[in-house]
């Protein structure tokens, strides 16, 4: 009788900590994205979404940075990509973003949609290719839910998709 609760106060413990511990990440990628939302001037209609590190992404930036003669400059865990009236740009940091990437919209060639993988885990990715200095590239965005803080579901991916054809199209 005395184990089992010892046993209940152990796994009530454990439970309280774990909410705790993902109210309080939550609370702190949602400030985070604010923030950035904030410190980048979007325009009215620009979608944003919040990119998941992937080392097949940063591989890629890595190369397209070398095809434009630049610095390359790696995601981080978190990172935005808008896409606005013109161009699909990638940015890393919160208050003080720094530009990783900008595509013109006339450089993406194509768009589609699937999973990525690493372990266990899938992420719902965003599937670009997009030509810079005359080579095309296959870019991968591994998309969080609008918030920013969990992966997006399929759907959440999906609509982002058709609204990134729409732009490319030119469609209101």
């Known amino acids: 009788m005395n184990g089992g609760v010892i ?3 152990i796994v009530l413990v454990l439970l309280v900590f774990s909410l705790v511990i993902t109210l309080s990440v ?8 604010r923030a950035r939302r ?5 325009e009215d209609r620009a979608l944003v979404m919040t990119g998941i590190y992937g080392s097949q992404t940063n591989s890629v930036l890595k ?7 630049r610095a390359s400059i790696a995601t981080g865990q978190r990172f935005t990509v808008i896409v606005d009236s013109d161009a699909m740009t990638w940015w890393r940091g919160a ?7 900008r595509f013109p919209l006339e450089a993406i060639r194509d768009v589609d949609y699937g999973t990525t993988g690493f372990g266990n885990s899938t992420f719902p990715t965003i599937f670009f290719g997009v030509t810079v200095g005359g080579r095309t590239f ?10 920013g803080v ?5 759907q959440e991916r ?6 990134i054809r729409k732009r490319l199209a030119r469609e209101p």
Do not use: C
């Open 38 to 42: 904030s410190a980048l001037h979007l």
């Open 63 to 69: 190369r397209i940075a070398g095809a434009e003669n």
């Open 158 to 163: 999906d609509q982002y998709v058709e609204e």
């Open 138 to 147: 296959d870019l991968q965005l591994r998309v969080a839910n609008a918030k």
């Open 150 to 154: 969990w992966n997006a579901t399929p």
């Open 95 to 101: 208050e003080d973003p720094l530009r990783i990437a």
């Open 26 to 33: 939550n609370r702190s990628a949602m400030r985070q994205d």
């Open 7 to 9: 046993g209940l106060t």
